[in-house]
């Protein structure tokens, strides 16, 4: 949310599509502008590659900023099978879809800090 509400504050005339499938963590109070014209909310799961394909060709998509993650990774540890589904395949789809319309300028993947390992003291 920090990103889109940045991103709708600086770049007004740039739409914002953000596609969440609304995990019980998810929460979408922290968009300041959920009602403004260059902001769309799209209740779907990017591990549907033929979705995501679809929204790129509905909106004519140039850009993704991929920020979609299961957080909370030390829920991870007992179900991990459903963070890989999430994580690793959902970031395929999107990366598949994104080939096959063939239209995406940039592509930027955004991950969490778990990824650096353990911050020291």
Same mark, same amino acid.
């Given at each position: 949310?920090?990103?889109?509400?940045?991103?709708?504050?600086?770049? #007004? +005339?740039?739409?914002? %599509?953000?596609? =969440?499938?609304?995990?019980?963590?998810?929460?979408?109070?922290?968009?300041? &502008?959920? $009602?403004? #014209? +260059?902001?769309?909310? %799209?209740?779907? =799961?990017?591990?549907?590659?033929?979705?995501?394909?679809?929204?790129?060709? &509905?909106? $004519?998509?140039?850009?993704?900023?991929?920020?979609?993650?299961?957080?909370?990774?030390?829920?991870?540890?007992?179900?991990?099978?459903?963070?890989?589904?999430?994580?690793?395949?959902?970031?395929?789809?999107?990366?598949?879809?994104?080939?096959?319309?063939?239209?995406?300028?940039?592509?930027?993947?955004?991950?969490?800090?778990?990824?650096?390992?353990?911050?020291?003291?």
């Amino acid at each position: 949310s920090t990103f889109i509400n940045y991103w709708l504050e600086t770049y #007004p +005339n740039d739409h914002i %599509i953000n596609i =969440d499938r609304l995990d019980p963590v998810a929460n979408t109070k922290n968009i300041l &502008q959920p $009602n403004s #014209p +260059n902001y769309s909310f %799209i209740v779907a =799961d990017i591990g549907n590659k033929d979705i995501v394909l679809h929204l790129c060709r &509905q909106y $004519n998509i140039t850009h993704i900023a991929h920020f979609a993650i299961q957080a909370h990774i030390d829920s991870s540890f007992g179900n991990s099978i459903t963070f890989t589904e999430s994580n690793v395949y959902g970031t395929h789809s999107v990366l598949e879809a994104s080939r096959i319309y063939g239209k995406i300028q940039k592509f930027i993947h955004i991950s969490t800090d778990e990824v650096y390992g353990e911050t020291p003291p």
